[in-house]
């Protein structure tokens, strides 16, 4: 079976803590900036006074997704072309940013995309070998998926309620979820696949 590659290790590292750093520093920078009920796509608004920043953060989280693609060797083919076209959806969320009044249905719509594929690249992912890692195997997959899905639809209901009030936390809260998602996945094959000898 195909390992993951020492790439997609080092980005499974990097990938939460740019995620976080992201939004951290831009809503830091924006006086008057409200995390509780504001987006973190706010911050990467045409009228956010750190827009640079938080879309420079997005490219980065997607250019980081691309390399786990690739580089996940381990995963089924029909996962890492999930995490790829999430990727996509990152990159194009950016290109058309919300914004701060109203909404963009471009953006919304590579969002909703990124957020679903995120939730459920895992059960693409998954392996039937009986030398498959347990973590890809259908209980994992399927139970992660699971768990994932609900957090994500979750966030998008409350994404799309105009009287909603903790829009900012909840998708802060799938964010996270999501990125440590990929980056546990990767980290327990590669330290499985170190302990019998093949990885690099």
Same mark, same amino acid.
């Given at each position: 079976m195909n390992r993951i590659e020492k790439p997609a290790l080092v980005v499974a590292i990097i990938g939460p803590i740019q995620s976080v750093l992201g939004w951290t520093i831009a809503g830091a920078l924006w006086v008057g900036y409200d995390p509780v009920r504001q987006t973190i796509s706010d911050l990467a608004a045409n009228e956010s006074p750190v827009n640079v920043i938080m879309s420079s953060f997005f490219v980065l989280g997607g250019i980081l997704t691309l390399i786990a693609a690739v580089y996940a060797r381990t995963f089924a083919m029909p996962g890492r072309v999930a995490l790829f076209v999430s990727a996509i959806c990152t990159f194009g969320l950016t290109i058309f940013p919300t914004p701060l009044i109203g909404?963009?249905?471009?953006?919304?719509? +590579?969002?909703?995309?990124? +957020?679903? #594929?995120?939730?459920?690249?895992?059960? /693409?992912?998954?392996? /039937?070998?009986?030398?498959? %890692?347990?973590?890809?195997? @259908? %209980?994992?997959? &399927?139970?992660? =998926?699971? #768990?994932?899905?609900?957090?994500? #639809?979750? /966030?998008?209901? =409350?994404?799309?309620? @105009?009287?909603?009030?903790?829009? *900012?936390?909840?998708?802060?809260?799938?964010?996270?979820?999501?990125? $440590?998602?990929?980056?546990?996945?990767? &980290?327990? &094959?590669? $330290? *499985?696949?170190?302990?019998?000898? =093949?990885? #690099?």
């Open positions: 909404y963009s249905l471009w953006h919304r719509i +590579f969002a909703i995309s990124s +957020f679903v #594929l995120s939730a459920g690249w895992h059960l /693409f992912a998954m392996r /039937f070998r009986k030398d498959a %890692p347990w973590i890809l195997k @259908p %209980p994992a997959a &399927i139970i992660g =998926t699971a #768990l994932q899905t609900a957090l994500a #639809l979750w /966030f998008l209901s =409350t994404w799309t309620d @105009p009287n909603a009030t903790d829009v *900012g936390v909840w998708e802060r809260v799938v964010a996270v979820s999501q990125s $440590l998602y990929v980056s546990v996945v990767v &980290i327990v &094959i590669y $330290l *499985g696949q170190r302990s019998k000898g =093949t990885s #690099l």
